[in-house]
């Protein structure tokens, strides 16, 4: 993968993501993989994390990653947008499952992680909390802060939040693997599988040779509190290591 100028790709036509770069961000990195395995062709340009990224923010309306564009459409950035943006351009390696109570659960569930207080939300108030605590945060995390919704009733809930939905995802795993199957859904890769594997690296960040992720910025994903850790089941980091292995292009590409 090789990052464009933002300017180049927006002239562009196809398909366009722009990523957080250098950071491991799980919205995007998602997106990215599921394009891979659906055998799309894109152009890459970055989103600085915490900057201002005007020029994206003019063309797409927001000033956070990931964005996609297609063509003449206009630029997406919700993970739901972009995810049947992706169905429709390749409908054949389909990660929506047809059967409607599949489905429902399969976009539940996303939602749960991928939503507003979902559980890269939630895990996202925590790893700022200590920052913001110390009054010293640089400005790019204060925006962030601002922009993602920190206030006190929710980061103190955090955790909690983050806890029962690994608990939820840990017990539907172990359900499925009892019936014989190793995803989420059925019996067949879906986007749940993608997203539970991307967003695991702010609960439990992927060693370096999966996941190179700069030594400053590391230790700040490695921060997850005694609670969390204890409710990263094992077979949570089996699924993430096995659709990892299988589904995504290794190592995760920054
Ligand atoms: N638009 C996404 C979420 C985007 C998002 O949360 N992006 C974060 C990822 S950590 C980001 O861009 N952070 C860097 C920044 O805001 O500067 C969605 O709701 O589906």
């Known amino acids: 993968m090789k990052y464009e100028a933002l300017e180049t790709i927006i002239k562009s036509d196809g398909l366009r993501i722009v990523l957080v770069q250098g950071f491991p961000s799980p919205w995007g990195?998602?997106?990215?993989?599921m394009i891979e395995y659906k055998g799309l062709l894109y152009r890459v340009a970055p989103q600085l994390a915490g900057e201002e990224n005007t020029e994206l923010l003019e063309w797409s309306g927001v000033n956070s990653g990931p964005v996609v564009a297609w063509d003449a459409l206009a630029p997406i950035n919700r993970w739901e947008d972009i995810l049947f943006l992706l169905e429709r351009l390749a409908p054949r390696k389909g990660l929506l499952?047809?059967?409607?109570?599949?489905r429902a659960h399969c976009l539940g569930l996303s939602h749960?992680?991928?939503?507003?207080?979902?559980?890269?939300?939630?895990?996202?108030?925590?790893?700022?909390?200590?920052?913001l605590d110390s009054g010293e945060a640089p400005?790019?995390?204060q925006n962030m802060a601002d922009k993602y919704g920190y206030n006190s009733e929710d980061v103190a809930k955090a955790d909690r939040r983050v806890c029962k939905t690994l608990e939820m995802l840990a017990d539907i795993l172990r359900k499925q693997n009892?019936?014989?199957?190793?995803?989420f859904i059925g019996e067949q890769v879906t986007a749940v599988d993608f997203y539970w594997t991307a967003f695991s690296n702010l609960c439990s960040i992927m060693p370096a040779e999966l996941c190179p992720l700069d030594s400053t910025i590391r230790p700040m994903f490695e921060n997850v509190s005694e609670e969390v850790r204890s409710a990263i089941d094992p077979v949570l980091i089996e699924h993430r290591d096995f659709i990892m292995k299988e589904y995504f292009k290794v190592p995760?590409?920054?």
């Not at 990195?29 to 993989?33: G, L, N, R």
């Not at 499952?97 to 599949?102: A, N, Y």
């Open 139 to 141: 400005t790019g995390v």
């Open 252 to 254: 995760m590409e920054l």
């Open 97 to 102: 499952p047809e059967p409607q109570k599949d």
């Open 112 to 131: 749960i992680i991928c939503g507003e207080l979902g559980l890269g939300w939630n895990r996202r108030l925590s790893m700022f909390k200590p920052i």
């Open 29 to 33: 990195q998602a997106a990215k993989a």
């Open 178 to 183: 009892h019936d014989g199957s190793r995803f």
